[in-house]
């Protein structure tokens, strides 16, 4: 098909339309070729989560509300997705562009390659040298796609200057190639960029790293709390352990870091008498204990999944602060992440005998790439944004007033111990007419929990029975069994904590403590 002469609106429609096209799997070339330096340098991250990891770090999480929104994994999918379409409509205008200036249209990808050059470089964890090969390698592909499009529309770079342009009117002598055409070599190089993408992502596969900890033996502890025997095994409510495929993850890394643990150092510094470094076999060397512990994200709702339990084997951080030998002014232990990541709490919380550790396994296995491998701190009663740094790298001793880590800035409290929380697991929405259990956990880690209650329909208080646990730092499964009888109920449980202290019923949002309120569901008992 030949664009009709006689009608120079619709052609200048159907040319614009194909510039946008253009510049579309233009930009989508840029993308993926600039993926490609990082990958075959074995970097975990390319330009496009670099990008995203600035946003995180700089932006979004400065934003109270959204922060809350970008701790969990659909968030990260929603934000590279979002990168790439924002991405590809930039390169969609670059397109229309071109039609009037190439060269207006090349300096538009290549400012666009710059934005990735400095976000490559301004994240943490990526090196300089693969940074500008990602940027040339990306605004290269980005250009020379365009220029190969704009030349089947007959606005390439060589032909710009030749075409007229009053009236958008077609030059007799441009050929202008059909609709079938320009859209075959668009689909070809559309293609080509997707798989260089898919083949970019595969490069980063599984690092050596995996491997290396696939590998590990993990060392005997010298003290261990043997688990309770005696587990509600109900299906729907949460197992006393819980698996480590099933565990919450939460942190601000759009790719996991992948840590090396031969090169990797452990520095305990700051307000030290004498500061020192470990390697992971020096580490390892050291006495390690085996805990279970419930850890829990400030940012889980009432009633939600952000909130596990593990058996973590570590080194006691008292045992580490104290060969440092902690000065008095060294107020906050402050964690530091190979990504830059903080967290901060007072020195007391370390010492007063909680269960308080730098944790190298979780379950019997070494610590998950995803949970912080080659090792993590793990800090009984405190929330996870101020305690639990994953790919520890530093322990530094500060003031208290002296630091705030990485979420105090973005509007959460410098303290933040764990709230007393319950939660029924079962049953959540229909259930048969009869005796049926109401069952879940409660967490008060690390002062235990001593009593969980239900109320049907807002009714008295009932007392349910709990399970034992191993130690005060886990959750207690509970369970209540209730003669359900036909039609819509509303289900609520309360917790006490060992020091008598009764959960409150006034809701509150996670931020900026953790949320409060009473976990409530409504049910339908059919007859
Ligand atoms: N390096 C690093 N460590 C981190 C975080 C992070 O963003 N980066 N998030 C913390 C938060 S908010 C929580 S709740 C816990 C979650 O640990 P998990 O992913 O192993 O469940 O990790 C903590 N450690
Ligand atoms: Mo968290």
Redesign the pocket.
Known sequence: MTLPPSDPSRSRRERRWRGAVAGIVAAGAALAAGQLPSAIAGEAEGPVTAVGNVFVDRFAASLKDIAIQL?GQNDKVALVVGIVVISLLLGAALGVLALRSFALAAVGLGAFAVVGLIAVVTDSSAGGGVAVASALTGGVAGIGVLGLLMHQIGRGPDLATTLHRAGDVEDPRVRTPDRRTFLGVSAAAGAAAALTAVGARSLRGRSIVDAQRDALVLPQPVRSTPLQAEVLEIPGVSPYVTPTED???????LVTPRVDAESWRLRVGGLVEEPFELTFDELLEMDVVEEPVT?????NEVGGG?V?NAVWLGVPLADLLDRAGVRAEGTQVVGR?T?G?T?GFPTDVATDGRVAMVAVGMNGEPLPA???YPA?LIVAGL???VS????LTEIELTRFEDFDA??IPRGWSKLGPVKTQSRIDVPRRTVDAGVVPVAGVAWAPHIGIAAVEVSIDDGPWQPAELRGTANDSTWAQWVHQWDATPGAHTIRCRATDATGSTQTAERSDPAPDGATGLHTVQVTVRG
């Open positions: 701790f565990f919450y993850r939460i942190d601000t890394a850890i829990a994200c400030v940012s952000l596990g992440s990504d990541f967290v995803d949970h912080g993590r929330y996870g944004y639990a740094t994953k790919w990485y979420w």
